[in-house]
């Protein structure tokens, strides 16, 4: 190595996984946890194009109402769609980072609670045939919460088509998100746990998490804030 190569290593404050700031950005966790919110600022700051979760399944409102082969439908117009979105979004050849409010593996994690083991096997073949070649991204920030502040954020929302969100089912999603994201290596990884803070609500609860997010992650670090009094 020359001496000008030692010294721009040296200088560079985000070289832990390369000498560049990563491109693709994942946000994750379950419903309500305020992906979205993050994803549109963390896009504004850094300039970044937005790859966005599907939100108008036509077949949601059955499946909240449990009726039969609902799931099944849901599922594989979430897979159609959340391929489809990440190829065309990562396809784009535009300067800056990409920011995605979903990580493909997300509709996998749903798959398996909602189906049963014979639309399981339907749905696994369609995957691995539609999601082969899609990129790792960068860096995953998975923002968690405790069931009942996910309920609670839920209740407050007050979106029509969640009414039938039983708390079980909001217990199960959180479960199946720690579970997945506890054995989680294909990126870097930050786990945020959100429980104690609203950074949708509260200012200041946002400006400590993005000056957290300023920092390099490498591996999989947490994120544990105290919270705003």
């Known amino acids: 190595m020359s001496g000008s190569e030692s ?14 700031a990563p491109r693709f950005i994942v946000i994750e966790g379950p419903l ?6 993050l994803a549109r600022i963390l896009a504004e700051r850094l300039h970044a194009r937005r790859i966005y979760d599907c939100e108008d399944n036509p077949f949601l409102a059955e499946f909240y109402l449990e009726k039969p082969g609902a ?4 599922q594989m117009y979430f897979l159609m769609e959340r391929q489809k979105r990440i190829r065309e979004g990562l396809a784009v050849d535009a300067p800056g980072p990409v920011i995605s409010d979903f990580l493909m593996e997300k509709d996998r994690i ?22 082969t070649e899609i990129p790792e991204p960068d860096l995953v920030i998975y923002l968690q919460a405790k069931p009942e502040v996910l309920r609670a954020r839920i209740a407050k929302k007050k979106a029509a088509e969640e009414k039938q969100i039983g708390p079980e089912y909001v217990e199960e999603v959180a479960r199946a998100y720690e579970h997945f994201f506890f054995r989680y290596e294909a990126a870097d990884l930050l786990v945020v746990d959100t429980s104690e803070i609203d950074f949708v609500e509260r200012s200041q609860d946002l400006q400590q998490l993005l000056k957290r997010l300023q920092e390099p992650v490498k591996g999989t670090q947490y994120y544990l804030p105290l919270g705003s009094e």
């Open 7 to 20: 010294s721009s290593a040296k200088r560079a404050r985000i070289p832990q996984r390369g000498p560049e």
């Open 32 to 37: 309500r946890v305020g992906k979205t919110t």
């Open 71 to 74: 799931a099944l439908r849901a």
């Open 110 to 131: 749903f798959a398996n609670l909602n189906l049963d083991d014979k639309e399981l096997k339907l749905y696994e073949r369609y995957y691995e045939a539609l999601t």
